[in-house]
């Protein structure tokens, strides 16, 4: 163990680095200066409250058995327009609007959970891996573009507020 007192702080700059933090910190009160400090350490939060994994992995099960009563056109059009929504996200980070970036994780795992769906109902049917990926270019080829439905809704917002503009 190392001897510290608060009389002499060069011993602090004898530490191993993994005692060194911040140029400085609080050690019972009483403040030390050297070229190294200690870290203040915390111990684990018992307050912690373990319902909300359960909670995320409720609405993950969910999610899923909501996924799986749709038929296969139904998660392809969806997954068109989430791609479409994702990239309609990234034009307002690039123009740095506002926009929630947790809802960038939220669609790509939705996306990958739909295409996993996808590919289940396809090892169900025995469709192996190189005609799955044939069937999916093909796909992906006769994707017509549309407006997502994030724009769709961004359109008729300003429409709205156009029409409110001549009515005054």
Do not use: H
Not at 113 to 132: A, D, N
Request: charged share 35%.
């Amino acid at each position: 163990m190392f001897n510290l007192s608060v009389a002499s702080p060069s011993t602090i700059s004898c530490l191993p680095k993994a005692f060194c933090g911040n140029s400085k910190s609080s050690f019972n009160g009483v403040q030390l200066r050297g070229t190294c400090s200690f870290q203040s350490f915390s111990p684990i939060k018992l307050s912690r409250r373990p319902s909300s994994s359960i909670v995320m992995m409720a609405n993950r099960d969910e999610e899923l058995k909501e996924i799986r009563d749709k038929t296969t056109e139904q998660i392809n059009e969806e997954i068109v327009d989430l791609k479409g929504d994702l990239l309609m996200l990234r034009f307002q980070k690039s123009a740095r609007n506002e926009f929630k970036a947790s809802e960038f994780r939220r669609m790509r795992k939705r996306i990958a959970r739909m295409l996993t769906v996808k590919r289940e109902r396809e090892i169900e049917e025995g469709i192996g891996k190189r005609l799955s990926r044939k069937l999916d270019r093909k796909w992906k080829k006769s994707i017509v573009v549309k407006a997502s439905p994030g724009l769709i809704k961004i359109r008729e917002q300003e429409a709205a507020e156009a029409a409110e503009k001549a009515d005054s």
